[in-house]
């Protein structure tokens, strides 16, 4: 029962991909990250009340230096999937303003450049980013900003990169070092997507689409990582980021396959990752089942398939790192579509554990709360929570991979594609209802979406007694020890 305390932070993690309003099919905008930790880690789903003046602290150890913070008079209501020996690291959530947040894609600066401005013991870090911001800011630009702020002020604990998304925009911020940072906002017909590195490249201090530390440029210039006349435009990337053998194994082909997927025409060795663009146009608009199926990716298929460390029985010493991981401890898609009202407009698609062998279940920003089985769970096995009864699911799955992850994929992709028609009927009645009686469409709400997570558990148990069925049968098939007449 939570013997040790394993965090999102302390391994490295996530793969982050964010789609542009006019990207989207439907002209959604959408967040998706994989929280990739440790196997056995637990996310919660929680809804927090409003908490004027709450003193926030990082951590319950009062020996442990942390990042500590006040609530402000009119802070607000979020949702968030915090780690439950914490109840931090809240990874992914709506405040009451709609506001978007998915915290923090693991990034790695330039080692020279964190000798001389190093990470802080008391700075900002990704266990408490969710609730600091959730609770305060109130659009994406203000998100980041006041992210960015933090930082200068109290520095960062760790490198990290953050996403933020409202209605109009998308903003997404990257620490360099302890006290630089970076933010772009996505272009709305483009995607971004990174992979544990960082990404934004170009700096323009005089655009709208850029906010950075106050001495970005100046604190590169005066320490000798940056010289305009031998180098030329400003690449934050080049300057702040770690780049070496490390990440051409591990960040680039990530990135490299998401943008060959989305954008096949690009022509680019993996081995050019740093030249990648820092956003691309879609050659096709992006369904929300397209990017369910580019986390689920483990270079299956294209010019990486030799890659693929699962389909031809497991290979953990496939030295390229794929999107889904076993060790995952959810994937999220937040999804903000800004012609509904926020109770409906706002869903987090929520995938515990490993996203290929998981299923994607919609959560309305109009819950009053969450069901108890998405609630709950520890660092040991259970019968009760969500969490382990998906995750038994797939670790039986991966015994043998090649035969049992086909029945349950086809089964999982059945069901969300139902799911998402269910959605689409369940949000006209929604829409008729809330303009006649609010309280009967709150509940029509609550009903739908606690029936469909059932739904999805309910399927999970099917299809774990399937498997266990067949697998029962194959392990009998391999070692029998029958006599010769095969009587006993």
Known sequence: MLPFAFHSGDASSCTTVLVGRE??????????RAVDSFSFMPSLLLMNPAAPGRKYRGSDDPGEAAFEYVFPADAMRYSS??????????????????LALSATETIYANEAVLALDPYEKLGIAERDIADVILSTAKTAREGAALLGRLIEAHGAGEGFGVAFADAKEVWYLETGSGHQWLAQRLPKDQYFASGNQGRLKDYDPASPDFMASATVVFWAEANGFYNRKRDGAFNFTRVYARDDERDETYSYPRVWQIQKILTPALRQEVSEAPDFPVFAAPAEKISLADLEAVMRNHYEAGELSSHDPYTKGLRGDEPFRPVTVFRTQNTHILQVRPELPQAIGRVNWFALGMADLSVFVPFYQGLDAFPRAWGIGTDEADDESAF??????????????????????DAFAKFEAETRGKCAAFEAKYLKLAAQDPGAAA?????FNFRVADDALALTARLTNRVFTLRTRSIEAEVPFKNRSSND
Do not use: E
Not at 388 to 409: G, H
């Open 443 to 447: 509940k029509l709400l609550h009903d």
């Open 81 to 98: 999937a915090p780690d439950p020996d914490t109840m931090r690291f809240g990874c992914a959530g709506f405040n009451s303003a709609g």
């Open 388 to 409: 382990w009864k998906i995750r038994k699911l797939q670790t039986l799955v991966m015994t043998d991979y090649p035969a049992l992850a086909p029945i349950v994929k």
């Open 23 to 32: 990207a989207s099919t439907d002209g959604s905008i959408m967040v998706a």
